[in-house]
């Protein structure tokens, strides 16, 4: 009798943590699989648990399903960065640091409007001419890391700041770049009153 009653409470138990698996929202899973279908080195939607991006390696999601964290630091990714990132719009910290990637324009990040780190140090900004306009636009954002993205000084800096939603940044490093205008930093610090971090190394002369 006693036997029976564990069974069934060892049963309940584990029906109830079945119940409880978060599960990601269709939506955010097919924008990682557009996401990922672009690179090489990256292994998400294998067999078992292709269904469910909540488990794969770098994201880690609410627990209403929505993906909050997407991390993939130091993984020797190759390819181009999609735009499809975009319709994560509960991201809060995107890190793609120390990978061969590229992309061609950061238009998308300003649909990010949660996003408050985003480290893309090493990843090659070189045709964005625009860098700056689309990250001005993250209200929430606390913590830029933009080391070594090959940038160049963006066009009209102190309008862009002027203009800009950065009230909240406190970190920014844009060291082992191309930037030659030291008034970019200037206006950073004239329009961000958070600002107490502040990397430039390795200005270009």
Avoid at 68 to 81: A, E, P, T, V
Avoid at 127 to 156: H, M, Y
Avoid at 158 to 167: H, T
Wanted: charged letters at 20%.
């Amino acid at each position: 009798m006693k036997l029976k009653i564990l069974q069934l409470l060892l049963f309940l138990c584990m029906k109830l943590l079945v119940s409880a698996e978060i599960r990601c929202i269709e939506r955010e899973r097919q924008a990682l699989l557009q996401f990922s279908g672009n690179l090489s080195g990256l292994t998400w939607g294998s067999e078992e648990d292709k269904g469910e991006c909540c488990n794969w390696y770098g994201v880690e999601c609410t627990s209403t399903g929505h993906v909050f964290d997407l991390d993939l630091s130091y993984m020797y990714l190759r390819g181009k960065i999609s735009p499809a990132l975009r319709e994560l719009q509960n991201l809060e910290y995107l890190t793609l640091k120390d990978n061969n990637l590229t992309i061609d324009n950061l238009n998308w990040l300003s649909d990010i409007s949660s996003l408050s780190y985003l480290d893309l140090s090493g990843v090659d900004l070189r045709v964005v001419t625009n860098w700056l306009q689309p990250i001005a636009k993250l209200s929430s954002l606390e913590e830029l890391f933009l080391s070594g993205c090959q940038l160049r000084d963006p066009p009209s800096a102190f309008d862009v700041f002027a203009n800009s939603s950065l009230s909240s940044l406190s970190s920014l490093d844009l060291s082992h770049n191309e930037l030659t205008s030291i008034s970019t930093f200037d206006s950073m610090f004239n329009f961000s009153g958070t600002l107490f971090y502040l990397s430039t190394m390795c200005l270009s002369t």
